[in-house]
């Protein structure tokens, strides 16, 4: 069974609002990653944040990981269309060969 | 660097056919992995590759065989095809730098079985 789930599973917003998406996940692990992909296209590696932070920042996107309730949120800032595509997180569930991806969460930015 | 590349992008193929995708890492990388991604079913794992080995295997019929030649490029291979077979198949390069272990996809080549 898939490692993660991400909630929403679509989200819709206007241009220049916040979006939220989060993970849960099922087992310990070393690290968790969020990846973009854009319709029917390989995927972009956004950040990684390691089992022992708290929170990143990388430019617009803000990744917290909260170990204790195996979850993690995606926050991107101001939002802009070409934000729009679906957003995964990946984790290695601890056995560092393999990667375990979630569902996905479609993200629609409105010009 | 050049990024991960795949060949073909695209393949149409009807059932019974096998079929044999392409994959060249990040220069450097010795890990490939590959995946096939559905609307049902998501990104599924289906092997990894590393030094010419076979380090790790998901779940996925025998149909379904790969290999790494000596140049870390990889290839996949499916046998007597399925309808379901369509997919998007995603190949990733993987390097664990630093304590992190981080994998950057190739753009896919999409699989139609007729």
């Known amino acids: 069974s898939q490692q993660g789930e991400e909630d929403p599973q679509a989200l819709s917003i206007q241009e220049g609002e916040n979006a939220t998406m989060n993970c849960s996940y099922k087992?310990?692990?070393?690290?968790l990653q969020w990846y973009r992909q854009n319709s029917g296209r390989g995927l972009v590696h956004l950040i990684l944040i390691r089992s022992n932070e708290r929170e990143k920042h990388s430019g617009r996107l803000r990744v917290t990981l909260d170990t204790s309730k195996k979850s993690s949120s995606l926050l991107i800032t101001a939002s802009r269309a070409a934000d729009t595509a679906s957003y995964f997180c990946?984790?290695?569930?601890?056995?560092?060969?393999?990667?375990?991806f979630g569902t996905g969460t479609s993200l629609t930015v409105i010009p | 660097k050049a990024g991960v590349t795949q060949t073909p992008r695209y393949l149409i193929k009807t059932r019974g056919q096998q079929v044999t995708l392409s994959c060249s890492p990040i220069s450097g990388h010795r890990s490939v992995s590959w995946y096939q991604q559905t609307p049902g079913q998501g990104l599924q794992f289906l092997f990894e590759?590393?030094?010419?080995?076979?380090?790790n295997k998901g779940n996925f019929p025998g149909r379904f065989s790969g290999r790494q030649f000596s140049n870390s490029r990889s290839e996949m291979n499916v046998s007597t095809l399925e309808l379901g077979d369509s997919a998007l198949y995603l190949c990733a390069s993987r390097t664990f730098r630093g304590g992190t272990d981080t994998q950057y996809f190739g753009p896919g080549t999409r699989l139609t079985v007729l």
């Open positions: 990946a984790t290695d569930a601890n056995t560092g060969n393999q990667f375990y």
């Open positions: 087992t310990s692990i070393n690290n």
């Open positions: 590759y590393f030094s010419e080995t076979q380090r």
